[in-house]
């Protein structure tokens, strides 16, 4: 299954954009119950030092970094599950997993013509000796 990069990263960065807003909201609109309830969600620990107050540019600059940086994230990662998850790769995405077409004279007879040998890193386990 292919991700698309741009959905992704689109919905990731509205999301945050609306939870940033609606936490803001709280924190500006109601502040004393807002300090209670997250107090009491963080087990006990009292965030009222932690609150500031929030201004119209500290608030468009929060938007402009969480917004865009929770998609750069998402586009991210959606872009390395689709590389990690390819079927038909350039080249193999592991080093011990190499295909050597021109070699085909080495293959077992059941291979399928239209698919080159694959060799793996086969590491024979070492039994112990027990007394």
Known sequence: MKLSVR???LAAGRIAIV????STAFCVFVPEPTVANVTTVFQHSDVSGLYRQTTW???IASLLGWGPGTAVVAGATAWLYNRLARKDAEGPVFPAEKTFP???KNCTSNDD???PCVLSLN???QKRETR
């Open 7 to 9: 959905a992704a990263a």
């Open 19 to 22: 939870v940033y807003a609606l």
């Open 57 to 59: 540019g500290s608030f």
């Open 102 to 104: 021109a070699h085909r």
């Open 113 to 115: 013509a239209n698919n």
């Open 123 to 125: 590491v024979p386990s």
